[in-house]
């Protein structure tokens, strides 16, 4: 029993591979369900067996390489903290400097952002960006409610930059061949715009 949970894991790993490959080369809507299991060396009655569609292919990759840092935003969002931006600066500094070790991260980022005739995909890719901006608008909030948020941004703005400028970084590194350190100049750039977002410090004078 045990050798057959191990077989049925290497086969829905080498599917998962061949997909990444394949979906990274060639575009999601290029790749046939049947190429994939002829490059992954199973039939395709296995790969029905472990996945239904693209979607869900699309799902299981995106599952496998999603940074950790992901997971805790989704916990403190739920639980709180005691300094939202602080946190969402540090998590998204930690998150570049992962993004930018890590080829498979980089491969799902191209995947995710190279298809644009699958209906399917696109509409799995708007719920989970949404997903993310509403995880992200929580802490937000949290911060306009500890009074930390700048009045000149609403949360959901705040939100919205964020998410832009997180994307926009990753494209544009990968855009320029990686002709400079996404997790430096993300780094700082970040840190000069969280201070934008943050609410100026009261100044009193002595009378």
């Not at 993004?99 to 980089?106: A, G, H, K, L, S």
């Not at 832009?164 to 320029?176: F, I, K, P, V, Y």
Request: net charge negative; glycine share 6%; with cysteine.
């Amino acid at each position: 029993m045990r050798r057959s949970k191990e077989d049925a894991e290497q086969t829905r790993c080498a599917i998962l591979d061949a997909a990444e490959q394949m979906f990274c080369e060639q575009g999601v809507s290029n790749s046939a369900l049947e190429k994939i299991s002829r490059k992954a060396g199973v039939t395709r009655g296995a790969l029905y067996w472990h996945f239904k569609d693209k979607i869900d292919l699309l799902r299981a990759l995106h599952s496998r390489c999603e940074p950790p840092q992901k997971l805790l935003i989704r916990k403190v969002a739920e639980e709180g903290h005691d300094d939202p931006l602080g946190f969402l600066q540090q998590t998204a500094a930690e998150v570049l400097i992962g993004f930018e070790q890590d080829e498979r991260q980089q491969r799902i980022f191209i995947i995710m952002n190279s298809y644009s005739c699958d209906p399917e995909s696109i509409a799995w890719m708007n719920e989970t960006n949404a997903e993310m901006f509403m995880t992200i608008a929580a802490l937000t909030n949290q911060a306009q409610a500890q009074g930390s948020l700048s009045p000149d941004f609403s949360p959901e703005e705040t939100a919205g930059i964020l998410m832009a400028t997180m994307n926009g970084l990753l494209s544009e590194w990968l855009r320029s061949g990686k002709c400079f350190s996404v997790s430096d100049l993300g780094t700082r750039f970040l840190n000069k715009q969280m201070a934008i977002f943050r609410r100026p410090a009261t100044c009193t004078q002595a009378t």
